[in-house]
Nanobody
Framework: QLVESGGGKVQAGGSLRLSCAAS????????VSWFRQTPGKEREFVVG????????AAADSEKGRFTISRDNAKNTVTLQMNSLKPEDTAVYYC???????????????WGQGTQVTVSS
């Protein structure tokens, strides 16, 4: 089971740190990614980290603003989001899978989501 935390409301230009924690199992054997979803839209890949610690972001707009890291000893994955924009407003989900993919259907385990709201 995955549990996200750290969402909330922030003004544009601010920062938030999201955490994804696993209970009942280890994340070390999985790639972990963050997806986000807004009402009426498909869930989209934001950034992910492989089992070996290699990260990639979905778009240039996230590169340099979003940083993903993992701490296998603490069984957590963290998403640091800086310079947030109103268009970053969404429900953010963490997901774990054995592959290394940007496609949501390739992820087996999902958290319940945490709301991020960025005001202008």
């Amino acid at each position: 089971q995955l549990v996200e935390s750290g969402g909330g409301k922030v003004q544009a230009g601010g920062s938030l740190r999201l955490s994804c924690a696993a209970s009942g199992g280890s994340l070390s054997g999985y790639s972990v990614s963050w997806f986000r979803q807004t009402p009426g839209k498909e869930r989209e890949f934001v950034v992910g980290i492989s089992r070996g610690g290699v990260s990639r972001a979905a778009a240039d707009s996230e590169k340099g603003r979003f940083t993903i890291s993992r701490d296998n000893a603490k069984n957590t994955v963290t998403l640091q989001m800086n310079s947030l924009k109103p268009e970053d407003t969404a429900v953010y989900y963490c997901a774990a899978g054995t592959g290394w993919s940007t496609f949501q259907f390739e992820y087996t385990y999902w958290g319940q989501g945490t709301q991020v709201t960025v005001s202008s």
